[in-house]
């Protein structure tokens, strides 16, 4: 978080709340940060609906409706609801199949357009029902890595099919195809056009770099869209994009025209546009239609929640999200903004947290974001028009790349190897295949991996859990077999109805489990923070007997033996303590001494010897340290005292006590 949410910490008694009264409280900072945000969101509202085959209008609709509709609905207070970017891969694939020609044939292109928001409505009406059958806790099902190798995907395929645009030229096929046409696209660029792209992108990474290490909290706060349209738009204007001529380069002669400005309507009120419903009951097209109605409410639910959850973890003043009441919300806004000619939205994370630095306090700044877009929309149609579509494009190259950038990775396998499978299966999958099926290829590799580290199949879909009262208002919750992603809802709502509910202090013990996932180990570290939040506490123990499969603090654990090394010096008792001081600074955790007697090969030649008096040390821990101990023994010890070393591989059951 920036420096500037610093400044929001308030009393808790002072929480601004999205009222009537807040609305004139806090009109300053909600007014300011919707301006800020709406900087940000015009572009890429415009930017997504081109890239997802709908009108550039149709963005700007989304988020009107979201602005205004959701605040009704929803107690979210800070998350900025609109079409992103996330869900172009699911709108382009819909209307695509629904025949789509990317502008080869306009009327071909509308009816597409008409059919995928029938999508749309229904998408948006079944996750009314998912809010009302509160199935907002489905987003805990879903693994922490599948959902990012989902998006790493998404945002491979948005680089691919937006890079071309950013060079004044397109591309189609699958995201392999546009792999293997990548070289002929670059040598076939448009010059002037590709001119405007590449400093587009230069100035988002640039910019996004200088934040990263400037202090000032004024320059963090400039948006780089806005910096790129200050450069953008008069590179158009310059390059006369607006009026159709041609010029030569290299040898080759490129077409200019207003084909490469954005193309907004100038009368809003007619570019109002309803759906077709008669893709939902055409034999011809039906079932492709049910697919995509699952494809928008399922993935749109899910990347709503997720950032809806996200934005609260960063709310200053810690405001919690009911995201079955979300749902509904988004649902409502979803339905009416798909029947006048809109995009799906949700709660879009980049915006969100854009609001948060900005100092919004509450949701009306969503709402003044999109009074802004409306005003600018209706009354500058004009200027939005001088909006070069390679600018756009780049914006959206930036956000694939955030969401696919080589630390998505890193991070991954940071929380463990086996992670970092799960997370590369399903952006392959998906690249490969669909976003469902790849969603489902990453679930079964993730299965198969808790299969492989001792999953019990009994405990897949059901916890086993044993309650126990530990006094007036503290209970202990011994879990039995495994705690994973697939059983961990009603796990959940065991632990919520016991705690949160029935107002107890939780103790968790997992020593008598074989597994417990990254996926449990993280979402019970969001529940240790809503627990304090309501003055309660959530204590986890029992993992002492668990290895942990990665350094993480939140990565897999499995019941099992871990290796280590034990290191057995036997010598002279007088240097004992010297030795066992040494041991402390060298890493040891922990020793065993025991006084011996002995003799070595001259001693035992002797008939007349008699045993020394010795002392043993023993010590176990983990390489690294064995070695550094050794490396003392070596050089410091054994060059003026009888000192034997040796060292071989064993198997510890509590390796928690070794770290």
Same mark, same amino acid.
């Given at each position: 978080?920036?420096?500037?949410?610093?400044t929001l910490?308030t009393?808790?008694n002072e929480?601004?709340?999205?009222?009537?009264?807040?609305f004139?409280k806090?009109?300053?900072?909600?007014f300011?940060?919707?301006?800020?945000?709406?900087?940000?969101a015009l572009?890429?509202?415009l930017?997504i609906?081109?890239a997802?085959?709908?009108?550039?209008?149709a963005?700007?609709?989304?988020a009107?409706?979201?602005?205004?509709i959701?605040?009704?609905f929803s107690?979210a207070?800070?998350?900025?609801?609109?079409?992103?970017?996330g869900l172009i891969?699911i709108?382009l694939?819909a209307v695509?199949e629904?025949?789509?020609?990317?502008g080869?044939?306009?009327?071909?292109d509308?009816?597409?357009?008409?059919m995928?928001?029938?999508?749309g409505v229904v998408?948006g009406v079944?996750?009314?029902?998912?809010?009302?059958?509160?199935?907002?806790?489905?987003?805990d099902?879903?693994p922490?890595?599948?959902?990012?190798?989902?998006?790493?995907?998404?945002?491979v395929?948005?680089?691919?099919?937006?890079?071309?645009?950013?060079?004044g030229?397109?591309v189609?096929?699958?995201?392999?195809?546009?792999i293997?046409?990548?070289?002929?696209i670059v040598?076939?660029?448009n010059?002037?056009?590709?001119f405007i792209?590449?400093?587009s992108?230069?100035i988002?990474?640039?910019?996004?770099?200088w934040?990263?290490?400037t202090?000032?909290p004024?320059?963090?706060?400039?948006?780089?869209?806005?910096?790129?349209l200050?450069?953008?738009?008069?590179?158009?204007?310059?390059l006369?994009l607006s009026h159709?001529?041609t010029?030569?380069?290299?040898?080759?002669e490129?077409?200019?025209?207003?084909?490469?400005?954005?193309?907004?309507p100038?009368?809003?009120a007619?570019?109002?546009?309803?759906?077709d419903?008669n893709? &939902?009951?055409n034999s $011809?097209?039906?079932?492709?239609? /049910?697919?995509w +109605?699952? !494809?928008? %409410?399922?993935?749109g639910? =899910?990347?709503?929640?997720?950032?809806?959850k996200?934005?609260?973890?960063?709310?200053?003043?810690?405001?919690?999200?009911n995201?079955?009441?979300?749902?509904?919300?988004v649902?409502?806004?979803?339905?009416?903004?798909?029947a006048?000619?809109?995009?799906?939205m949700i709660?879009?994370?980049?915006?969100?947290?854009?609001?948060?630095?900005?100092?919004?306090?509450?949701?009306?700044?969503?709402?003044?974001?999109?009074?802004f877009? &409306?005003v600018?929309? $209706?009354?500058?149609?004009g200027? /939005?028009h001088? +909006?070069? !579509?390679? %600018?756009l494009a780049?914006? =959206?190259v930036h956000?694939?790349?955030r969401?696919a950038?080589?630390?998505e990775?890193?991070n991954?396998?940071?929380i463990?190897?086996?992670q970092l499978i799960?997370?590369?299966?399903?952006l392959v999958?998906?690249?490969?295949?669909?976003?469902?099926?790849g969603?489902?290829?990453g679930?079964v590799?993730?299965?198969?991996?808790?299969?492989?580290?001792?999953?019990?199949?009994?405990?897949?879909f059901k916890?086993?859990?044993?309650?126990?009262?530990?006094?007036?208002?503290?209970v202990?919750? /011994?879990?039995r077999?495994s705690?994973?992603?697939?059983?961990?809802?009603?796990?959940k709502?065991?632990?919520?109805q016991?705690?949160?509910?029935?107002r107890?202090?939780v103790?968790?013990?997992f020593s008598?489990?074989?597994?417990?996932?990254h996926?449990?180990?993280e979402?019970?570290?969001e529940?240790?923070?809503?627990?304090e939040?309501?003055?309660?506490e959530?204590?986890?123990?029992?993992?002492e007997?668990?290895?942990?499969?990665?350094?993480?603090?939140l990565?897999?654990?499995?019941?099992?033996?871990?290796?280590?090394?034990?290191?057995?010096v036997?010598?002279?008792q007088a240097?004992?303590?010297?030795?066992?001081?040494?041991?402390r600074?060298l890493g040891a955790?922990?020793y065993t001494?025991m006084d011996?007697?002995g003799?070595?090969?001259?001693?035992?030649?002797?008939?007349?010897?008699?045993?020394?008096?010795?002392?043993?040390?023993?010590?176990?821990?983990k390489?690294?340290?064995i070695?550094?101990?050794?490396?003392?023994?070596?050089?410091?010890?054994?060059?003026?005292?009888?000192?034997?070393l040796c060292?071989?591989?064993?198997?510890?059951?509590?390796?928690?006590?070794?770290?």
């Open positions: 978080m920036s420096n500037s949410t610093s910490q009393d808790p929480i601004p709340q999205g009222d009537a009264a807040g004139v806090y009109l300053k900072y909600d300011v940060s919707g301006l800020l945000v709406f900087l940000i572009p890429l509202c930017g609906a081109i997802s085959g709908f009108p550039a209008i963005g700007v609709f989304t009107i409706v979201g602005s205004v959701v605040m009704f107690n207070e800070l998350t900025i609801k609109g079409p992103a970017a891969v709108v694939g695509t629904f025949g789509f020609t990317g080869t044939d306009a009327n071909a509308f009816q597409a357009y008409r995928a928001l029938a999508i998408a079944l996750q009314i029902g998912f809010g009302i059958v509160r199935a907002g806790i489905l987003g099902f879903f922490t890595s599948v959902v990012h190798g989902m998006l790493a995907a998404i945002g395929i948005i680089m691919l099919k937006q890079l071309p645009v950013a060079l030229e397109s189609k096929g699958d995201p392999i195809e546009m293997r046409q990548l070289p002929e040598l076939n660029a010059p002037e056009i590709a792209g590449l400093t992108l230069l988002l990474f640039g910019l996004g770099y934040k990263s290490k202090k000032n004024f320059l963090k706060k400039v948006p780089a869209q806005l910096i790129v200050l450069f953008a738009i008069p590179m158009g204007w310059w006369d159709q001529h010029y030569s380069m290299f040898g080759h490129f077409e200019l025209s207003d084909k490469f400005l954005v193309n907004v100038s009368n809003l007619k570019a109002i546009t309803h759906p419903f893709v &939902l009951t $011809a097209t039906q079932l492709a239609a /049910v697919k +109605v699952f !494809l928008f %409410a399922l993935i639910s =899910l990347e709503s929640m997720l950032s809806a996200a934005i609260d973890m960063l709310d200053p003043w810690k405001r919690k999200t995201l079955n009441r979300d749902l509904i919300g649902g409502i806004a979803n339905t009416i903004a798909a006048i000619g809109g995009l799906p709660s879009e994370i980049v915006r969100s947290k854009a609001n948060i630095d900005n100092g919004a306090r509450t949701r009306f700044a969503n709402f003044w974001h999109g009074v877009l &409306l600018v929309v $209706a009354f500058l149609p200027l /939005v001088r +909006v070069p !579509l390679a %600018a780049a914006m =959206l956000t694939g790349f969401l950038s080589p630390r990775f890193l991954v396998y940071k463990g190897k086996e799960i997370f590369v299966s399903t999958a998906v690249l490969m295949t669909d976003l469902l099926v969603i489902a290829i679930i590799v993730k299965l198969v991996i808790h299969l492989v580290n001792g999953l019990p199949l009994s405990s897949i916890p086993y859990l044993e309650v126990e009262q530990q006094g007036e208002n503290s202990l919750v /011994v879990a077999g705690a994973v992603f697939t059983n961990f809802i009603p796990f709502r065991q632990i919520e016991l705690g949160l509910i029935n107890n202090n103790i968790i013990d008598s489990t074989q597994l417990v996932d996926t449990v180990m979402k019970l570290h529940m240790q923070i809503d627990f939040q309501e003055g309660l959530l204590e986890i123990q029992g993992l007997s668990h290895k942990q499969m990665s350094a993480h603090p990565g897999a654990r499995r019941k099992g033996m871990t290796r280590l090394r034990r290191l057995t036997v010598t002279d240097i004992e303590q010297r030795l066992v001081a040494q041991l600074a955790t922990g001494s011996c007697r003799l070595g090969r001259s001693g035992l030649a002797s008939p007349d010897a008699q045993p020394i008096a010795q002392v043993r040390l023993e010590v176990i821990a390489s690294s340290v070695e550094r101990i050794i490396e003392f023994a070596e050089n410091h010890i054994s060059a003026d005292t009888h000192c034997t060292v071989e591989t064993v198997e510890v059951n509590r390796h928690a006590a070794f770290d």
